[in-house]
């Protein structure tokens, strides 16, 4: 039988860990003359398996102080986080929205301080604008994903009319919208020839994986298990699909995905996830990690934007954003060696684990790591977001986390 100290002293020690991790998603140096705003750890692991590590790097490399936070899907919480910032000292902010209502607060904040902002991966939309954008064109993204799944189908020699199920990402993500953007206008035709019928065409609230599991298990249903293709909008949302096949006894089908997550590699390899979209997280990072320094210093930026983007919303006419945008990469079983391994994005060590090791290259734990001698390349056109941002909810996925790694302290 447990005795009532020792249960007392687990609970104590159950409480202390809960308000650390309440805490740690909202503390910050005091010093941080950079803070770094992340949105959640739940969405996709690339917040802080990847951007926090290469964030880190550049920081340090250059000598400056730098907070990295995450508001772990809380709107709220990076608001207040922000706050703190601002009253800190900072100088800039490099922000994530959760979505653009949350996003246009803290830019506002920002501007009554006099302090820049730059726009991380998702452009916040409306009124008041960052005064940079650090991005990929997310347009490309989508349409990559359609090129991928109509490739998948052809190779798959599916019988017409295909039946094909769409799940797009988060409604309140700009992004989402991006990349829906993209790939129907590669899919629509093939709906509009009837070679494929649209089964089913739905958004995922917080870009949530356990809802994206529980829709895509309603379609199946619906469909009577006919689905014979689908659209994933990131490789979480394609682990949801692989899951709900799985659950209903049913085979993989060409499915699409983004990020190449070591589980979106291991998916491809194991021949039930038909792509990736590889988005050089480390060239993203330090671009805007470069941005953040010379407005630090004081110098002059004008030549850093390779084009702009419009912040306009459905109801609020923006403005022109300075921009950075990379071109995104398909990563499919041909080319994960020559794409995310040879960048150092991905390793095989961390894919060749436990099942999927016999599906890896042999030798492939003797294999050096390469670096590539290109960097991504950035787009000289200048962009522009098509479609505003549709409103529902901000994001999160399959297994909710507790609260984010310790934030990093300034250096």
């Known amino acids: 039988m447990i005795s009532k100290p020792f249960f007392r002293i687990a609970l104590f020690m159950i409480l202390v860990v809960s308000a650390f ?17 992340l949105p959640d750890s739940a969405s996709s692991s690339r917040w ?3 951007d926090r590590r290469f964030f880190e790097g550049a920081f340090d490399e250059a000598g400056v102080t730098y907070s990295i936070v995450n508001a772990e899907g809380d709107a709220t919480a990076q608001i207040t986080q922000a706050e703190q910032a601002i009253t800190n000292g900072a100088k800039v902010l490099l922000l994530v929205n959760l979505d653009s209502g949350s996003g246009q607060a803290i830019i506002a904040k920002a501007r009554e301080a006099k302090i820049a902002v730059i726009d991380y991966d998702r452009l916040t939309l409306g009124a008041a604008s960052a005064d940079f954008y650090v991005s990929f064109d997310n347009v490309a993204v989508g349409r990559l994903q359609g090129e991928g799944l109509v490739k998948a189908v052809e190779a798959a020699g599916l019988a017409k009319p295909v039946q094909v ?23 629509d035709p093939f709906f509009a020839s009837g070679d494929w019928v649209k089964v089913d065409d739905q958004s995922v609230p917080k870009w949530d994986n356990q809802q994206a599991l529980v829709i895509f298990e309603q379609i199946l249903t619906a469909a009577d298990g006919k689905v014979d293709a689908a659209i994933a909008a990131n490789d979480g ?3 949801s699909v692989i899951a709900a096949l799985e659950n209903q006894g049913l085979k993989p089908i060409p499915v699409t995905g983004q990020d190449a997550t070591a589980a979106g590699i291991q998916n491809i390899l194991a021949g039930k996830q038909s792509m990736t979209v590889y988005k050089a997280v480390k060239a993203e990072a330090e671009a805007a990690a470069g941005l953040a320094i010379a407005i630090l210093k004081g110098e002059d930026t004008s030549a850093m934007a390779t084009g702009v983007v419009n912040n306009s919303s459905e109801d609020v006419v923006g403005v022109d954003v300075p921009s950075v945008l990379l071109v995104p990469v398909p990563v499919t079983i041909d080319n994960i060696a020559e794409t995310v391994i040879a960048d150092g994005f991905r390793t095989w060590a961390e894919i060749c684990v436990g099942d ?11 294999m050096p790591t390469m670096e590539m001698t290109m960097e991504p390349m950035m787009t000289m ?28 302290k300034a250096k």
Do not use: H, R
């Open 237 to 239: 949302l394609a682990g």
């Open 21 to 37: 991790a309440a805490w740690t998603a909202t503390a910050q140096d005091a010093k941080a003359e950079i803070v770094v705003l």
């Open 356 to 366: 999927f090791e016999a599906m890896c290259p042999a030798g492939w734990d003797i």
């Open 165 to 187: 199920a769409v799940l797009n990402g988060s409604p309140t993500d700009n992004n989402a919208t991006l990349f829906k953007q993209g790939y129907d206008s590669v899919i």
């Open 381 to 408: 056109e200048p962009m522009m977001t098509m479609e505003p941002m549709m409103t529902m909810e901000p994001m999160m996925t399959m297994e909710p986390m507790m609260a984010t790694m310790e934030p990093t």
């Open 48 to 50: 802080e398996a990847d």
